[in-house]
């Protein structure tokens, strides 16, 4: 089975992700891609010595070139750990029910657009919640509103900063994110 794994940031999923995979034969992190020439996941992807490409938005909406990369290296899978743009519906089309991502909320509250990384942690620490955790769901071209594929919680204490909750949800994350991904693999 084929992974690719897009990432706009610091990529501590995809290497996670990568390490989980990486004594499994049957499993191969094909690709990882960024939008961003500095993301820390390219320096990641190095060591892990996954082939990383770097693409910009004009590539990514107006050609085929990204689809047509994934479809030529047989990718089973797309991954979307900390990817922040929007997922062109050709891309949605190419790939039924084959891209996930993670958002580090309990979705359908603190999703959508905008609603990623710090800002998140700060609207559920100003909410007053009391859980904050992780939702795993399918990808349609509408942020956030794909079918949910798993969901884990952590308590969240009125001493938390949105720092504190970012650190027990990046927690669930690492631990969920490569099971969920090798049972769907799997299924
Ligand atoms: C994670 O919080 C993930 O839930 C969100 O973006 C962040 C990615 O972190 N989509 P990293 O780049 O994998 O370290």
């Known amino acids: 089975k084929r992974i690719a794994i897009f990432a706009s940031g610091s990529g501590s999923n995809a290497e996670k992700i990568a390490e989980h995979f990486a004594s499994d034969s ?12 500095q993301a820390g996941v390219i320096a990641r992807a190095r060591r892990l010595h996954v082939p990383v490409v770097v693409f910009d938005r004009t590539t990514f909406y107006e050609s085929a070139r990204i689809v047509e990369l994934l479809q030529g290296q047989a ?22 029910n084959k891209i996930v991502n993670i958002h580090p909320a309990l979705l359908p509250k603190y999703g959508g ?6 800002f998140v942690h700060e609207a559920v ?11 795993i769901h399918y ?21 938390d900063t949105p720092e504190d909750v970012a650190k027990k949800v990046q927690v669930l994350e690492h631990k969920h994110f490569p099971e969920v991904v090798g049972q769907l693999l799997n299924s």
């Open 26 to 37: 049957q499993v191969d992190i094909s690709l990882i891609l960024t939008n961003n020439p």
């Open 139 to 159: 990808v349609n071209e509408r942020y956030d509103e794909g079918a949910i594929i798993f969901q884990a919680s952590c308590p969240v204490v009125a001493t």
């Open 125 to 135: 620490v100003a909410a007053q919640e009391t859980e904050s955790g992780i939702t």
């Open 75 to 96: 990718i089973d899978l797309v991954v979307l750990a900390g990817f922040m743009m929007l997922i062109p519906e050709s891309m949605v089309q190419a790939f039924p």
């Open 113 to 118: 657009k905008g609603m990623y990384g710090h």
